[in-house]
Every structure is written in C-alpha cells, then in structure tokens.
C-alpha cells in the first residue's frame, strides 16, 4: 500500500505547540500527515494497537502527563514493532547531561523548540530531510544523531 | 627519677640495718669471747695457786718428816717416826692432785717427775738409814753417809719445788699480762663500736627523715593531683574506673557514679551493677567490646547509651588500656565520658544541615523550576511575534511597527537572562558524576562550541597541554566556554584578539592567592586576553550573579557568565580569580586541588 | 545496489511523495552518489582531485550540469551529500577504529581537525567526542542487557 506523504506523529500536551507544529508543516513544501497525540499515554495506545502505522519520525514532548516523553522513549526501544521509528526529543530546554541522556536512551533527534516559526520551519525540514538521507541512502541508522 | 631515688633509699636502708645487725653480732661475739677469756685467766690463776700450795705442803710433810725422823734418831722414840710414816701417804696424794692441775704443762710435768723422783729416793733412803737407827749404828759411816745424803735429797726437793713454784709464777705473771690487757683493750673497743652504731643509726635515721619528708610533699601532690582530677571529672564529665582482671575487682571514680546519676560509691562497683544501667539496644555491643578489652590489650573507643534511674538517657564514651602491676597482674584501667552533649550539638547540626539542605534544595529546584518555566510562556510570546510580524507585519502603522521590535528584543533580552539564570541553576545541582578528564578534549570541546564567533573574530588562541583531572565534565566544559566567550565578547574593536591558556602545577603554599586552601598541590589554568580589561577595583564584584560591568547596549551579557565559572570552580573545591587592566586584557586563574 | 535495495529505495521515495521514473535523470543521481561514496569509503580514490573535477571526468558531464539535477531530485546540493558522507564514514571510524580525530581528519583530506569537528558539529549538532560518548555508553547499555 503506497501513500504519497511522510507519516509523522507529534506527542505534545501543551495546544501551542500543537499549533505551531502543523502550520509549520502545512507551510512546508514537504508531502506529510502529521498525527497528535495530548500524552504519552494516548501515543502509547495508539502504537500499541494492531492498525497503527508507524511514522518515520515520531516527535516527543518531553513533559507530558500520565506517561513522560522518556518513558516513552523507552517503551518504543524495548518493543521491536517500533524500535525502527526515527525518535525526535521536542523540548522546550535541556542542558547538555539531558541531551546526552536521551540520545544514549536511544533518540535520534534532540530539538530546542525554537523561539523563532522560521527557524522552527527550517529545524523541521532538516530534521526531515536528513532523515530521508538516512532512509534512503542506506546510512547505519545506529549512528543516526541529529540536535538542533 | 622519684622512683629511682626511692628505690636508692630503700637498699640504703637495708644495708644501714644489716649493717647494724652485724656490729652488734660482732659485740656480742667479742664480748663472749672476753668473758670466756676472764673465765680462763681466773681459772688459770686458781690453778697456780693450788699448784704453789700443793708444793708447799709436799716440802712442809717433808720437812715435818725429817725433823720427827732427826728425833727419833736422837731420842729413838718411835712416837716421832709417826710425821715420817704419814708423809708418804700425804705426798702421794699431793703429788696426785699436782698431776691432774699441771697435766697441760709439759714443762712442769717433767719438773714433777723429778720432784717424784726425789722424793721416792728421800723415802727410801728414810727406809735404808732407819735400819741402821734399829740396829743402833748410828756411828757407823755408812749411816753418816745415808744421813748426808739424805740432807742433799731434801735440798734437792726445795730446789725442784722452787724451780716449779717460779715457772708457775713466771706463767701467773704471764696470764695476768694478758688479762690485763685484755681488760683494758675491751672497753675501748666496746666504746667505739658503739659509736660507730650510734653513727650508723644517726644515718638512717636522717635518711628516714629525709625519705618522710619526701614522702609527706609526694602524699600532698598525690592529694593535690587527686583533687585536681576530681574536679576535671566533674567539669570535664568524664571518671575512671580500674578492673582488676585476676580477682574481678573493680573500682570506679566518684565522678563515674556521677555519670551513672547516683552518689559516689553509693553501690558496689561490679561488672553487672554497672551493665543495669546500659541502655538494653546497647548491652550487646558493649559487653561484646568489654569481653574484647580483656583479650586485646587496648580497647577501641566504645559508644553506648545508658539510662539513668530518673529515666534520662546519655551517650558515654569509654577507652580502657591494659596495665601491669609490678607484681605483674593485669589490670584494665579505663576512662568513661559523657558524650551527650557533643552527640546531642551533632544531632543538632545534623538536623540543622538537613534543613539547610533542603532549603538549598527548594530553592535550586525553585530557580530551576523558574527559570524553566518561564522559559514556555516566553518562546511562545516570541515564536507568535515572530508570526505576527512574518503574517501581519505589513499592516502595522510604523509606530506599531517600532512597539513590535521593541517588544521583540525584549523578549530576546528575557530569554537571554532566562537560559543564563537556568544554567547557573544546573550547576547548583547535586550528584554529579566526577570522572577523570582530559582537559584538552574539554577545552577542544568548548572551542567548537564557540568556532562561530572564533573564525568571526580571527582570534588566536594558544594553549598548553592541559592535565588529566577528576572533575564534573559537562561543568568544566561550560568553564571553558564561559571563559572563551568572556574574552571574545570583551575584546577590542579592530584588535585581533589574542587567548593564551596557560598551566602549571602549583603548590599552595607558595601561591598568595590560595591562603584558603585546603588541598596542598593545585592545577593552576589561566586565561589571558588582550581586550578590553576592568578596574581591578570590580575583581571580587565581577563574579556576582547578575553583576555587569558594562552597558548592556555596548556588550550583551546578563552578568550570570563568570557566576557560573565561580560556580563550578566552587563545585570543583577549587579557586577563581581574576585580574583586569582597561584596554589591556583581563586574566582568570583557575585553581583546581590534585586528587 | 542490489534490486531489493533499489525497491526499497523506490518504495521509500514514494512514500516521501516523489515521483519516481526510472529516467535518465534518476539513474545519473543514483551514479553521482554511487561515485561519491565510492570516493569517500574507498580511500584510494580518495587522491588530491577536487570532487567537482573528479565527478565531471568520473560521469563525463559539466559539474554545473550535475550539480543543478542532484538538487532538483535530491533537494539537497551535491556538497551537502558529501559532507554527510564524510561525516558518516568519520563516525564509522570513530566507532569501529583505534584512530583519532586527527588521524581520521588527515584520511578524510581535511586541512585540520578543527575543520573536521566544526563540520561534524555543524551536521549533527554535537561534537565528535561526545557522539563516541554517547554510542559506547549506548553499546555498554545493550551488553549489560545481553548478559
């Protein structure tokens, strides 16, 4: 079954980002049908089920009710269903140690929310575009890390 | 030393006595010999009186013989025979009894037989002239030459006795010399003797004396030294107790009764009195380290509680060595202290610490929390201006325009000090992982992190090799970053700016700055540049949380930047300084113990 | 490339919502990158020719010309594809290699180290020690999970 977009899948509780999220990419020239969850819970679920089709990049909010954004990080590379999934840590700051503590609990991206909606337009096709490198160029995704 | 003088005393008197004991063995030897030698002087003297007498009588029988014979010759009445026939008997006998007095007197026992000789050859002559006298011959010559022979026989007698008589005068003579002497020499000798005791005696009582004296002014230190310690029992709140391994005796101090809460001696001091008083959580353990006391010559210091009778519980202390008396039993002398009080203070500061802590803790967690969550609201604020201006930017009036840029760099300014502010805070963070660095692969670090404005500004920077330390790494690296974006943000315009690090191993003591150190050997990294300095007058200012030392429009900066250096340098145990000269550079010295 | 990697390859362009026709186009860019990354694993081609004169002998057309289809089909230039590939093959080295930074930086032809770890940061974002940090501590993770 061929679908002509990027399937990406944002958990974020706060609305805003949300918000700023999907105009982003609405703006982008990129094909994509981005997925929300409220938590870490509602993604969780959503994975969880039979249906679900996995994203090439799942973007995750850090602090979310009922399941944080590391718990579900952890979930996701302990399930191998969707330890495949491109992980991006979206959050709104980190210091170095947290940055480096996701990235050996297996993330991929780590993105700063930018404060900025055109850097925010130009960290996402990045993020997008050099994902696309490493999925079609047959890169070793093992060394797949990205912060932005 | 006191010991020793005592002990000199001691053997001084003991030979002082034995001494004395044996001059007075020797007097007494001396005085019976004398008296024995008094006792023989006498006896020899009777002797010599008997021996003279006995002679005497054996010339007076002889004599009386002769005359009554002379008689009977002329009258030839034998009534006067009679002197003549008892003499024999009489002389017999006296010459029996000379033999028993002189037997010791070679000498005179050979005068003896001669006069025994002369004297059987007078009887027989008696016997053979007597005949003649019968026979009335008297004119004949051989009676005339019995008669005269007779007379030479009695003069011979007298002679021999004379001879005995002198030589036993001669040896009364001798013997009274001796005794003489003897006497005389005695009682001088007694004299000195004694005065020689009674010297003896003055010394040892003068030592004794001396010795008392001694005696009575170590008794009075003793007392001194016994009261003295009585007191700092008290004051200190300490006693000590002795245990008497061999017999199980134990003595404790009034002050350890004290301690216990009771009156001095009020109890007998055992073992088991004193364990009714540990407290039951502790009796374990403390009879564990007593039963180890006896085996090991030193007890550790022992912690127990013990519980009064009025019900209060206090922490003592106990040390006990080993010690041997000189008749070589093993006593366990101890010092028992009450604790209570330094253990209640650390309690105290414990508690205060934890509080201290978790105000620290709330207040950190506070800041971060603060700093972090501002940080939402405000990329919102920022992110929707940045729609606003990029949507509806052309349909604002040109003062709406103004108000909206304005409101941008605001913001940027906030979020400036924001992410400052949550950096400083993170350093304040707890349980961080020290980890043995290489500080070049750090400081590698920290210039890519700045390799933007590096490249931007040409600066030229020059390191030494850095050492291989323990420390927070993230933490250093953000030190290195600060420092290098402190001096590349102050440099000069139209100067290319120059950052020299430099290194050295240093010992505290010879560097002026450390006179706070509490490490003895220190990496010394400094940071020097050619920008724009300070007044060394702002040096300790310059590292306060948000102190800034220029106009925020000339230099961007929060004034959060070198408060995270200090920061981390604190983190480290470590030492930041800084020196400043306007428009010739500013140097950092960082100081970091050697682990 | 094999044929399944060529399907999937395939299946993933279009799930990225590119048409795909096995043109001339197509088939030079997937020549491009095959040289490219020829040039940068394989080190013995790796000599002192710049890439845009090695490429233009390499597939006999204008670097110009080359450059301008890879960005029409790629979306990203030809520079930005080597640089990714170098950094790629530095983090194998990195990983896989007794080597350090300066030696890896002297095989890949870089002028210095610095100008290889500002480049490695500027595509990933973090420095080259950090991301070794990170994989051995990630690999350490997954032993202690095997044992």
Redesign the interface.
């Known amino acids: 079954m ?6 990406i899948i944002l958990a974020d509780d706060d609305e805003d980002d949300i918000l700023f999220f999907t105009d982003a990419f609405d703006e982008l020239k ?2 994509t049908k981005v997925n929300t969850f409220k938590d870490g819970e509602e993604l969780m679920n959503y994975l969880n089920t039979d249906k679900a089709v996995m994203p ?1 990049v799942l973007f995750l909010d850090l602090n979310m009710p009922k399941k944080t954004g590391l718990e579900c990080l952890s979930e996701i590379k302990a399930n191998d269903k969707m330890s495949g999934i491109a992980i991006a840590i979206y959050s709104t700051s980190a210091s170095e140690e947290d940055i ?1 503590k996701t ?2 609990l ?1 993330a991929n991206i ?1 993105i700063k929310k930018p404060a900025d909606f055109k850097n925010l337009k130009k960290v996402l096709s990045e993020v997008v ?2 994902n ?2 490493y ?6 995704k ?2 797949f ?4 | 030393m006191k010991k020793k003088y005592l002990f000199e005393s001691t053997s001084f008197l003991r030979s002082i006595l034995l001494l004395s004991l044996f001059v007075i063995l020797l007097i007494g030897g001396f005085t019976y010999k004398h008296i024995a030698n008094l006792k023989d002087s006498t006896e020899v003297v009777v002797k010599t009186y008997k021996v003279n007498v006995e002679l005497e009588h054996i010339i007076s029988y002889l004599r009386d013989a002769e005359s009554g014979y002379r008689n009977y010759i002329a009258t030839k009445d034998t009534l006067y025979l009679r002197p003549y026939l008892n003499a024999s008997e009489k002389v017999n006998s006296s010459f029996l009894k000379l033999k028993g007095l002189v037997k010791e007197n070679s000498e005179q026992l050979e005068n003896l037989k001669v006069l025994n000789i002369l004297t059987d050859s007078l009887f027989s002559n008696f016997y053979k002239s007597n005949v003649f006298v019968k026979n009335d011959e008297t004119n004949t010559e051989a009676f005339r030459s019995l008669y005269f022979k007779e007379k030479i026989i009695i003069d011979s007698i007298r002679r021999q006795s004379k001879t005995m008589f002198d030589l036993e005068n001669k040896l009364l003579n001798v013997r009274q010399e001796d005794y003489q002497s003897d006497s005389q020499f005695t009682p001088l000798f007694f004299y000195s003797v004694l005065l020689v005791t009674l010297i003896f005696i003055i010394i040892a009582y003068n030592k004794i004396s001396i010795d008392l004296k001694h005696i009575k002014v170590k008794n009075d230190q003793l007392l001194i030294f016994k009261e003295a310690t009585n007191q700092s029992e008290i004051i200190g709140k300490h006693g000590n107790w002795i245990w008497h391994i061999e017999s199980n005796m134990f003595a404790y101090s009034d002050n350890l009764y004290r301690l216990l809460g009771e009156e001095p001696q009020s109890f007998e001091a055992t073992f088991d009195n004193f364990l009714k008083f540990v407290h039951p959580e502790d009796v374990e353990k403390f009879s564990k380290d007593l039963d180890k006391m006896i085996t090991v010559e030193e007890l550790p210091i022992t912690n127990y509680r013990i519980i009064q009778r009025n019900g209060s519980i206090k922490y003592l202390k106990t040390y006990a060595k080993s010690f041997y008396s000189d008749n070589g039993q093993k006593r366990l002398i101890g010092n028992t202290s009450d604790v209570s009080y330094e253990i209640e203070n650390i309690l105290k500061l414990e508690e205060h610490n934890l509080k201290l802590e978790r105000n620290n803790k709330e207040l950190s967690a506070f800041n971060y929390a603060a700093s972090h969550d501002l940080q939402e609201p405000l990329r919102k604020i920022q992110t929707f201006i940045s729609r606003l201006e990029e949507k509806e930017g052309n349909k604002f009036s040109d003062s709406g325009r103004q108000y909206l840029d304005r409101i941008k760099s605001a913001a940027t300014r906030m979020r400036l000090l924001i992410d400052d502010l949550l950096q400083f805070s993170r350093t304040n963070k707890p349980d961080k992982e020290f980890i043995s660095s290489d500080l070049n ?1 750090l400081f ?2 920290a ?2 992190d700045m ?1 933007e404005i590096i490249l931007e500004k040409k600066a030229q920077i020059t390191i030494d090799t850095l050492p291989k330390v323990t420390v927070i790494e993230f933490q250093i690296q953000q030190l290195f970053s600060n420092l290098l974006s402190n001096s590349l943000k102050y440099s000069q315009e139209e100067t290319v700016p120059i950052i020299k690090i430099n290194y050295s191993k240093v010992k505290a003591d010879e560097e002026p700055d450390l006179i706070k150190a509490t490490k003895s050997l220190y990496h010394k990294i400094t940071f020097t540049d050619n920008g724009i300095g300070f007044d060394q007058k702002y040096t300790d200012q310059i590292f306060q949380l948000f102190s800034r030392l220029h106009n925020k429009k000339e230099y961007s900066g929060t004034g959060v930047g070198l408060s995270i250096c200090k920061k981390i340098v604190d983190n480290h145990q470590g030492f930041i300084f800084a020196k400043g000269e306007i428009n010739i550079g500013a140097t950092f010295t960082i100081y970091l113990p050697v682990s | 490339m094999t044929p399944e ?1 060529s399907i999937a ?1 395939n ?7 590119i048409e795909i026709v096995e043109s001339q186009k197509g088939i030079l860019v997937q020549k491009i ?1 095959d040289v490219i ?1 020829d040039m940068v694993f394989n080190e013995e081609t790796n000599v002192n020719v710049k890439s845009s004169v090695y490429l233009s002998e390499k597939l006999g057309h204008s670097y110009g010309y080359l450059s301008n289809l890879f960005s029409e089909i790629t ?2 230039s030809i520079e930005n ?1 080597i640089i ?2 170098k950094i ?1 093959y530095s ?2 080295l990195l ?1 896989n290699t007794d080597l350090n930074l300066t030696e890896i930086a002297f095989r890949l032809n870089y002028s210095s180290v ?1 100008h290889l ?2 480049q490695f ?1 500027n595509t ?4 080259p ?3 070794q ?3 051995f ?2 690999r350490k ?1 997954a032993q202690q999970k095997t044992n």
Request: glycine content about 4%; charged content about 25%; cysteine-free.
């Open positions: 061929h679908t002509d977009y990027i399937h990129i094909n090439e480096e990235f050996v297996g780590y575009s050099i696309w490198q999925h079609t160029n047959s890169l070793n093992d060394n890390l990205l912060r932005v | 692969t590698e670090n210039k890519q390799a | 990697e390859l299946d993933s362009l279009n799930d990225y919502g990158k990354i979306y990203s594809f990714i590939q790629e983090k194998q990983l610095a770890s500002t940061k990933t974002g973090i420095t020690s950090a991301f940090r990170i994989i501590k990630r993770i």
